[in-house]
């Protein structure tokens, strides 16, 4: 555990869909919380509520009841416009599809978050930004379309992305399902770098017990539900604990 204050705050967050008199709770009564210089695994089954709680944290989707703040801003009670510039100055994502857009090179691609934000980039951030460049081994890429570039080093231009604002949390989506194990173990040594020598919170869905171990914690969903929150697990510990729930939310 850091000593951060907890940068978002999930307190008894429900989501359920569907008709209310039978109700599929997606998330039932969450409390989390997630802070700077932490790496998050979240894990669980296949429908034990995930993305949902990525999309409820990144205000994409609507709670049912209970709270979420993001950096003290509590994000179901802002509108949408309140939302977009919360989640645009506060939150970095990265994805299992990188999405990066086709027709922006990395560079453009990388300087995206701040076009939409609005925000200058002044002489700190690209010097913040070539650091990230240099270290991810992108300089000689920068001027290449994404179509241009292997799976790892788009990966790495979306990393680059995420960090470039320095956000309270960067939401992590399977970011190594499309990869090779190399790149994987590549792209899971860079989210861990981001964390302890940028003081960076990362929380990642993943399937992958191995990539999970590289996180510092690993909070455990059953059903909607938070089953358990371990650490210093290995990847083979993590497998078992997995097995265990696979009859959980089936
Ligand atoms: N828009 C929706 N309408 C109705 N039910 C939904 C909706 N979105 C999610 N659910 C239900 O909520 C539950 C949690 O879904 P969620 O996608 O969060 O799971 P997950 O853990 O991310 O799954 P996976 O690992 O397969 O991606 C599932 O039972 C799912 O069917």
Redo the contacts with the bound molecule.
Sequence with gaps: MTNEPASVVLRNVFRS??DPSQP?H?LRDVSLDLRRREFTAIM??????????MNVVAGLDDITSGEIWVDGNPIGSLDDEARTVLRRRHIGFVFQSFNLIPTLTAQENINLPFVLAGTRLDAQTRYWIAHLVRSLGLDERLDHLPAELSGGQQQRVAIVRALAMRPTIILADEPTGALDTRTSREVLALLTTAVREYGQGIAM?T?DPVAASYADRVIM?AD?QITGEYRGLGAREISELLIGLQGVSA
């Design positions: 869909y569907g599929i997606a669980g089954p296949s429908g034990s509520g995930k993305s949902t709680l869905v399937h969903l909607g």
